[in-house]
């Protein structure tokens, strides 16, 4: 019994390793047995989304984009307070101090048809009288009336062009990646033949043919716009369904029996738009300036419409004296290149989160 006992003790495999290999397996078994803490958050958009909901609040050039944005949402709530129209007429329509071809600088006394005097004017200037802050265009348009308003022009236009030209695409790259097959083939193809036409010059034909049917408004060159908008998220939103129409739950829904309809809407099109919507976002700044595009080349709305294109194009007649009468082309350019950088820096953070290497190397700092 003494010999059993004295027998020296075999060691484990782990007391068999070096320190440094034993080091790395204590490392190695932290990792695996700690667990990091989920919020609700996180837990209702899922990892991914949180992972790129959370880089668009944290990334720099996201936050600069989204204060300017909210800056245009708040001027275009506020703009019956920041210029009020005329009475009983459209709020739309930008008012005119006469109808004097050439235009007056900044700062200049209003003499016919002012508007009401908001409350804000006497604090902020000192004076009782409205004047044109910003000057006024050809044919007396009140360019800073045009600028306030062209807010709400810019967003409505935006907002409305992205959500058709969305729905579109989504439900076209649905359909056409759920059933594949001769289906994919013949969609794919006509979204190819779309994709290959010049999209402004195609949008300028369109907005051109149905002016004289539909009149001058906005109209035209919204559905030329979505006419031609809506590829890109076909496209998009097809690669993301052909890989989750594969996973294990939307199988067993088709084993079940679960009609199509409700597999694609309820199962595969929610988890696989949320790229497709991050991507739409960023478009709504392209499609002001092809909107504010066409206006600037008389297609659209009508003369005096508060419109940031339309205002350019007032600046045409005095081309070769814009060392003059430059305001007609620096507030409403100004406003313009402002709007579409803040969807550009969006786009661009949302880009940058979304980047596979940048993913990889997010997920390596928080395993270290």
Known sequence: MSEVTNQPRRKSPVESLSQESREKLKNLNADIISTRKIGRVER?????????????????????????IAFFVLIALAAPVIA????????????RDGYSAQPKPPMSEWKSDVPPTPGWYTFFTGKEEWVHLMGTSSNAYDIFYGVIWGTRTALKTGVIIEFITLLIGILVGSFAAYYGGKVDNIVMRIVDIFMTLPFLLAALILAAVLMPVL????????????????????????????????????????????????????????????????????????????????????????????????????ARDWITQLGTYWYIVVYPGIVLVLFVLGWNLVGDAVRDVMDPKLRKLQESSQEG
């Open 44 to 68: 209702f958009f899922g990892k991914e989304n949180y992972r790129i909901l959370k880089g668009l609040v944290t990334t720099p050039t996201s936050i600069v984009g989204l204060i300017l």
């Open 84 to 95: 009020p129209p005329l009475p009983n007429t459209d709020p739309y329509q930008m008012p």
């Open 215 to 314: 009149g001058r408004s906005t109209v035209p060159s919204v559905i030329a716009l979505t006419a031609f908008g809506w590829m890109n998220y076909a496209r998009l939103i097809r690669g993301d369904i052909l890989t989750v129409k594969e996973r294990d739950y939307v199988l067993a829904a088709r084993v079940i029996g679960v009609k199509d309809r409700n597999i694609l809407f309820k199962h595969i099109i929610p988890n696989a738009i949320f790229p497709t919507l991050v991507i739409a976002s960023m478009d709504i700044g392209t499609y002001v300036l092809n909107f504010a595009a066409l206006s600037f080349l008389g297609i659209g709305t009508q003369i005096g419409y508060a419109d940031w294109g339309q205002i350019l194009s007032f």
